[in-house]
């Protein structure tokens, strides 16, 4: 016994210390460089909930209380993996979809004790792989595949599961998506073979197409439903004008404007609704993908030229804050960089990564009067930030030097915590919480910039 701790000491002599854990650090749930990858980060009855792998029982349910981590289910123990995720709350319960073994992924939901599967909606081990859920008239509606008439819409009402629509008749899939409540009515996105994918919307009776927009198998594709007042806006393809902004008032579809005028189309995207107005990215042919507004029943404007000629400032990342719209957008000057609009003018948040490098803003969250968001600088690379509207400071640097911890997921947690998931070096991808009042970098403040941009 005394030869073997004789040996250990002499062997442990050039051993340094290790190292103390990363500032914020939860709990290293998967010891090591391997991660736990914590993700769905959701605020449930007072705790928050996520799905996070600790290397002994696989992927599973995990929840973060005052007294600290623990792991709350054991859903799959055989293959150790039920992989929860689409976490979400509807009927004030916990509800997510999980993988076992026996009956593939379904849904499941959470009662604060104990998880229950609740639906085989694809009998056996074949995974009905529900997505896309939104409450409507006292029920839940979904996307999901049976194994007999594909990816359909289905709706779960009074504890018990049924087939809403069959749109596409037969096996094949009409892929609902885009779920919307609109005008007392559930709007969405489902194709056919006959008239590929267009609009619906129904008051429960029927499927409800709207209008065939785009005649032919390849279909208008609507994406991003957004309500502004009483008006659906989307983009959608049409074979003579391209691409474009259209809208839906509850009886049909109109073109709002051919923004590019012909076949090309000016591919709106990005949409966000703010103080009256749709704001979203286009390209009118002559300038890039730029900021544009519409206010209902209005005409689309360009709000800037933010990069200027046809190069694109591509906004996107809308985020209300501080009684302005913040947002992500590019110049050849500042690159990738965090910028904010009173609804006239644009104006450079902070040159965080100075010069034509990009910062590249991502995950903007309010919580208490404060954003916060990732971003990267030369010497930090991508880590928190907060701003007040006033000035960006880095709140916290995980993984020291120019790689960054890449923080994403940021959930207000209390009055006083924000936790998102983080990768540090030796440690891997773990939860982070970090306090609302926590001393921030102020070598690292910036000041926004004090005229408008473009």
């Not at 037969?170 to 885009?178: A, F, I, K, R, V």
């Not at 994918?197 to 991003?224: A, F, I, M």
């Not at 940021?410 to 926590?438: M, N, P």
């Amino acid at each position: 016994m005394y030869r073997a701790v004789v040996l250990a000491f002499l062997f442990c002599l050039g051993c340094s210390p290790s190292a103390p854990p990363p500032a914020g650090l939860v709990q290293d749930i998967l010891p090591g460089v391997d991660a736990s990858n914590p993700e769905d980060l959701i605020m449930w009855q007072g705790d928050m909930y996520f799905q996070a792998n600790d290397g002994e029982f696989g992927s599973e349910v995990w929840r973060l209380t005052s007294s600290g981590l623990e792991r709350v289910t054991d859903i799959e123990p055989e293959s150790g993996n039920a992989a929860p995720s689409r976490f979400f709350i509807y009927d004030g319960e916990l509800y997510f979809t999980a993988l076992l073994d026996a009956y593939g992924r379904e849904i499941w939901k959470y009662d604060g004790r104990t998880a229950q599967r609740l639906s085989d909606i694809f009998p056996g081990p074949d995974s009905s792989s529900p997505t896309d859920f939104m409450e409507w008239n006292d029920a839940l509606y979904f996307r999901a595949n049976d194994g007999s008439t594909g990816f359909e819409l289905w709706k779960y009402e009074n504890g018990t599961f049924s087939p809403a629509f069959d749109v596409d008749v037969g096996p094949g899939s009409s892929n609902p998506s885009q779920l919307t409540v609109f005008g007392g009515q559930l709007c969405y996105t489902a194709q056919t073979g006959a008239e590929g994918t267009e609009l619906y919307c129904t008051d429960g009776s029927t499927p409800g197409l709207v209008e065939d927009l785009n005649p032919g198998p390849s279909g208008s594709r609507p994406s991003e439903l957004t309500q502004l007042g009483s008006t659906l806006y989307f983009y959608a393809y049409r074979a003579d004008v391209g691409t474009e902004l259209f809208s839906f008032d509850g009886q049909g579809i109109s073109l709002v404007a051919d923004i590019n005028p012909g076949e090309p189309g000016s591919n709106p995207r990005n949409f966000a609704v703010w103080e009256g107005a749709l704001y979203f990215a286009a390209s009118n042919g002559v300038f890039g993908h730029e900021l544009w507004r519409i206010e209902e029943g209005g005409e689309p404007t360009m709000l800037v030229d933010l990069n200027s000629g046809p190069a694109a400032g591509d906004p996107y990342g809308f985020t209300a804050f501080n009684g302005e719209l913040y947002f992500v957008g590019t110049d050849a000057t500042n690159g990738v960089e965090l910028r904010r609009t009173d609804g006239r003018d644009v104006y450079l948040v902070t040159d965080l990564h100075v010069g034509p490098g990009n910062s590249d803003p991502a995950n903007l969250r309010v919580f208490d009067d404060m954003l916060y968001f990732s971003a990267r600088d030369a010497q930090h690379g991508a880590e928190l930030r907060r701003s007040d509207g006033t000035a960006v400071e880095l709140v916290i640097d995980i993984w020291p030097g120019p790689v960054g911890s890449n923080p994403a997921d940021l959930t207000s947690v209390d009055s006083d915590r924000v936790c998102f998931s983080a990768t540090a070096e030796g440690i891997g991808r773990e939860l982070y919480c970090v306090s609302k009042t926590h001393t921030a970098f102020p070598a690292d403040s910036e000041q926004p910039a004090a005229e408008p941009a473009g």
